[in-house]
Structure formats: structure tokens, C-alpha cells
């Protein structure tokens, strides 16, 4: 991961995809969102979403995961280059989630990340605060989730 200093706004980073299959739709919404236009592809198509439907938690968190494994996979290419590896902070939150269409059996989302703002931290010296769109978009073109986020990351320390 890159250091606060390194990072400009308008930065873009595409961190992948998932595809969201009917049994991976219905398995988490069976542990974690348990309505019925989730769990049956009937249901689904008779409802508003007029088929099996992720759960916009589900779509959040295939984001989130692609998120990490994408952050890891940079921070082990810098590390096999000798570079220092910045460890970001927690997320001090996030706003405007938006599930804009809904994600339906057998979609593939596409998500990429761009820094929209940065600022030097007021109360925690040493660290910036990065804030980044995440949009996640289907294979037709059709931008289907966003949110806006924020964490803390460390600044490169100054020679003494």
C-alpha cells in the first residue's frame, strides 16, 4: 500500500470482479439478508427486481473483499521491489452507499476505485485522511453500486 504523500486525487484503480452466481446470491442471503426475492429465483423474478437478486450487502461485500485482496496484492508487489509498504489506519466511515440497479443472478460486477479528496489529519499527526469513490459496474455497462469512503493513511516519516 502507498503512503499519503504518494497518492493524488483522481488516482483510479480497478481492484476486479466478482459473478455473482444464484448459489453464492442465496448462500449469503441465507446467513445475512434472509428475504425472499434472495433466497428463490420465483420470488425474485415476481418481484420488483424481476429475478434472484444479490443483496446490496452482498454487493458491498464482494467489493470489500476485492478492496483488501487488491490492497495485498500491492503491498506484496512493492515489498518484492524493496519498497516500504505503508500500513494504513481504520476507516473513520463512508457515505452515499447507493445500490442503483439491482445485481441479478449470473451478473458479473466490475468495481474501481477513485481518491476524490485528501486531507493532513487535525488530531492524529502523522496520517492523512484518503476519501475514494468505489463504483461497481455490470457487464452491460450499467453502473449498479457506489459509495464513498474515507481512511486514515500514514504519511512518509521525515529524515531527522
Same mark, same amino acid.
Given at each position: 500500500?502507498?503512503?499519503?504523500?504518494?497518492?493524488?486525487?483522481?488516482?483510479?484503480?480497478?481492484?476486479?470482479?466478482?459473478?455473482?452466481?444464484?448459489?453464492?446470491?442465496?448462500?449469503?442471503?441465507?446467513?445475512?439478508?434472509?428475504?425472499?426475492?434472495?433466497?428463490?429465483?420465483?420470488?425474485?423474478?415476481?418481484?420488483?427486481?424481476?429475478?434472484?437478486?444479490?443483496?446490496?450487502?452482498?454487493?458491498?461485500?464482494?467489493?470489500?473483499?476485492?478492496?483488501?485482496?487488491?490492497?495485498?496484492?500491492?503491498?506484496?508487489?512493492?515489498?518484492? $521491489? +524493496? &519498497? !516500504? %509498504?505503508?500500513?494504513?489506519?481504520? /476507516?473513520?466511515?463512508?457515505?452515499?452507499?447507493?445500490?442503483?440497479?439491482?445485481?441479478?443472478?449470473?451478473?458479473?460486477?466490475?468495481?474501481?476505485?477513485?481518491?476524490?479528496?485528501?486531507?493532513?489529519?487535525?488530531?492524529?499527526?502523522?496520517?492523512?485522511?484518503?476519501?475514494?469513490?468505489?463504483?461497481?459496474?455490470?457487464? $452491460? +455497462? &450499467? !453502473? %449498479?453500486?457506489?459509495?464513498?469512503? /474515507?481512511?486514515?493513511?500514514?504519511?512518509?516519516?521525515?529524515?531527522?
Amino acid at each position: 500500500m502507498r503512503f499519503f504523500d504518494d497518492i493524488e486525487i483522481g488516482q483510479r484503480r480497478e481492484i476486479g470482479s466478482y459473478n455473482f452466481t444464484a448459489e453464492a446470491i442465496k448462500t449469503f442471503a441465507a446467513k445475512f439478508d434472509p428475504q425472499r426475492f434472495h433466497l428463490d429465483e420465483e420470488e425474485g423474478k415476481n418481484s420488483l427486481f424481476g429475478g434472484l437478486a444479490a443483496s446490496g450487502w452482498h454487493v458491498g461485500s464482494a467489493c470489500m473483499s476485492l478492496l483488501v485482496a487488491d490492497g495485498q496484492r500491492l503491498a506484496r508487489e512493492a515489498a518484492s $521491489r +524493496g &519498497e !516500504e %509498504v505503508a500500513v494504513w489506519g481504520p /476507516s473513520p466511515g463512508f457515505r452515499d452507499l447507493r445500490w442503483i440497479r439491482p445485481v441479478l443472478a449470473g451478473d458479473t460486477v466490475a468495481y474501481v476505485n477513485v481518491v476524490i479528496d485528501k486531507r493532513v489529519s487535525a488530531s492524529r499527526p502523522g496520517w492523512g485522511i484518503l476519501t475514494a469513490r468505489t463504483t461497481g459496474t455490470n457487464q $452491460r +455497462g &450499467e !453502473e %449498479v453500486y457506489s459509495i464513498t469512503a /474515507s481512511a486514515f493513511v500514514p504519511m512518509r516519516a521525515k529524515p531527522s
